[in-house]
């Protein structure tokens, strides 16, 4: 639900109840002014005590704890960097990092082109049933994580699914994707592009319905083919819609966890295993919060240079095209 | 025409994609086990049976279960509904010194993953007593930073106008948040709405993390529960009996509302 535009197009709103008389003196200013922040203060005040708990907080305890070694019972040690030290020197740590990596890599591009690939179908205005593909290609992002996952490890399988058999029937042999160290990853990556491409068509859609016709006939007229009227027109025209959808892309790929835990638990030998799959099972199986707080930091850190990256990389194009 | 009817195939085959796991768990739910475990694998059944879903309940308190979901995602969107749009309209409409600050601030929270954030949140709701409990369950997603940004970028897109004449009638901030600017804003408070709903109702690591006995659990998170690997071999056909389950109410929710699902989720995607 991010925006890209937040920051840079942020307007003050005009000031209220513009009628008032024009002569006010400060201290009638300042009490009006003070009068406000306390009517604001009260609108705010249960949504940020909220987040101040369960978000500010959570956080400053987390840099704590990412330096002990807490284990959710007993007394908690400090031990300075320790657990970053691990984070980085672990090999089986460093391959969930790495692991997450890849499939960001892979996710991103991905479910981007799909999505985009769906939008720039149903955006024509002589496709029949536009409503009903819409609504069918959407429909992934209705169901659980949890339940897609199901059917398609269900559908994959080796000796059950339906399309290990009708690709048998093509001729090609398929392995047991899940419990191969090669393609155990590209399977569960598959299956969150299955789950979420709807919704950036959507998004598509929307930035597509915002690129003026004339532009096209204008092509046209140049004699620009299909091709050359997507790079030259259709992609510039996308420009803001592409920043706001890598960024979610990116944010959501570095937060897989719910298919690794259905269909693979990290395997097979630890070739699925996320950074948020290891906050899970070293916290929450293993105990070792300490170092699962540290890894927390560990994906902050990455999602919030690559969300700022992106950000500035992004306001920057928008603001070249202007 | 070739290139149309080229158009619609292509859309065929996304439809075919994204609709075949839906149809596999659909039929299969319904299927008799040993048409699930049959190779060359039958896409329909041969026969139509429930016997799925009595050994769904025998496994998992599914109707406790649904209902905890209900619940679970029914009060987070309830009163993120409430407060989120109490904080938007602050943000919005009211304009007080630090408003700027706040929602600079905000914005920076967006990109915070709240799984960075689950130790210590398990760790607080634990001292509390809330694991296991419904509280512990709703109050930490009372209200989010992402609905209060959503609502916000609506709420300042309503004109002035409207508020400013309600003010000269007297009417104080909260007449003026509940009978003119929540009226005009339905559009985006459904889409909050539904959003909430559904990440909630299909949310596994939070109620994973948050409930350990059963009977509190929501059913995503009991359901995956179902498929762990400590059950051994995995009963295929009571498993999509529960993902029928599961999804059912969302797709019917879904199949009402789902043009204005689909345009707010354009919506929050594109208002700057």
């Known amino acids: ?322 | 025409m070739l290139r149309q009817s080229g158009v619609v195939a292509g859309l065929l085959v996304f439809a075919a994609l994204t609709s075949l796991p839906v149809l596999v768990v659909v039929l299969g739910a319904f299927s008799p086990e040993s048409d699930v475990l049959s190779w060359p694998p039958n896409f329909i059944p041969s026969r139509f049976t429930l016997e799925n879903f009595e050994g769904l309940t025998a496994r998992v308190p599914v109707l406790l279960q649904s209902s905890n979901s209900l619940v679970f995602a029914g009060v987070v969107t309830a009163s993120a509904l409430v407060l989120n749009s109490l904080a938007a309209y602050a943000l919005a409409r009211i304009e007080f010194r630090g408003r700027i600050a706040i929602f600079t601030v905000l914005i920076a929270i967006m990109m915070v993953p709240f799984q960075a954030l689950l130790v210590p949140i398990y760790q607080m709701v634990s001292a509390l007593g809330w694991v296991n409990t419904l509280a512990g369950l709703v109050i930490p997603r009372a209200a989010d930073v992402a609905g209060i940004f959503l609502l916000r970028q609506f709420f300042i897109t309503l004109p002035r106008d409207l508020d400013s004449a309600a003010r000269i009638d007297g009417a104080g901030e909260l007449r003026v948040f509940w009978s003119i600017v929540l009226p005009n804003a339905k559009p985006a408070l459904l889409t909050m709405a539904l959003f909430h709903f559904v990440g909630n109702w299909n949310d596994l690591l939070w109620p994973l993390i948050m409930t350990s006995d059963s009977s509190v659990r929501p059913l995503t998170a009991g359901l995956a529960l179902l498929t762990g690997s400590a059950t051994g071999v995995a009963p295929y056909g009571v498993m999509m009996a529960g993902s029928l389950v599961a999804i059912a109410p969302l797709v019917v929710l879904y199949l009402i509302v789902q043009r204005r699902f689909i345009e707010g989720v354009a919506m929050t995607g594109m208002k700057g």
Not at chain 1, 116 to 126: Q, T, Y
Not at chain 1, 210 to 235: H, K, M, N, S
Not at chain 1, 245 to 259: N, S
């Open chain 1, 1 to 322: 639900m991010t925006s890209t535009a937040a920051g840079p197009t942020y307007r003050a709103p005009r000031r209220l109840g513009g009628g008032g008389p024009r002569q006010d003196n400060s201290r009638q200013i300042a009490t009006r002014e003070r009068g406000r922040t306390l009517r604001a203060t009260v609108f705010l005040a249960p949504a940020l005590a909220v987040i101040i708990a369960f978000v500010f907080v959570p956080a400053v305890l987390a840099l704590r704890l990412s330096f002990t070694d807490a284990s959710g019972f007993g007394e908690a040690s400090w031990i300075g960097l320790e657990n970053y030290v691990t984070v980085f020197s672990d090999p089986a740590t460093v391959r969930a990092i790495v692991n997450t990596i890849l499939y960001a890599a892979m996710y991103g591009p991905l479910v981007i082109a799909v999505g985009l690939c769906a939008a720039l179908l149903l955006n024509r205005k002589d496709v029949p049933l536009r409503g009903f593909f819409r609504t069918i290609i959407f429909l992934p992002f209705i169901i659980s994580m949890a339940v897609a996952s199901l059917a398609w490890a269900f559908l994959l399988d080796p000796n059950l699914g339906l399309i290990p058999y009708w690709l048998g029937g093509l001729g090609i042999r398929m392995g047991d994707v899940f419990a191969s160290t090669t393609w155990a990853l590209p399977a569960v990556t598959a299956v969150a592009i299955w789950k979420s491409f709807g919704y950036f068509m959507v998004i598509f859609l929307a930035g597509l319905q915002g690129i003026p016709r004339y532009l096209y006939e204008a092509a046209i007229l140049d004699g620009a083919g299909a091709w050359r009227q997507f790079r030259a027109v259709t992609l510039p025209g996308l420009r803001s819609t592409m920043t706001f959808v890598i960024v979610f892309a990116i944010i959501g790929a570095f937060q897989a966890f719910d298919q690794i835990y259905i269909m693979t638990q990290g395997g097979p030998d630890r070739a699925t295993e996320t950074i948020v799959y290891r906050i899970y099972t070293d916290g929450f199986r293993d105990f070792r919060m300490g170092f699962a707080s540290a890894l927390s930091y560990v994906l902050l850190a990455i999602t919030l240079l690559l969300g700022l990256i992106q950000l500035r990389v992004g306001t920057k194009r928008e603001r070249d095209l202007e």
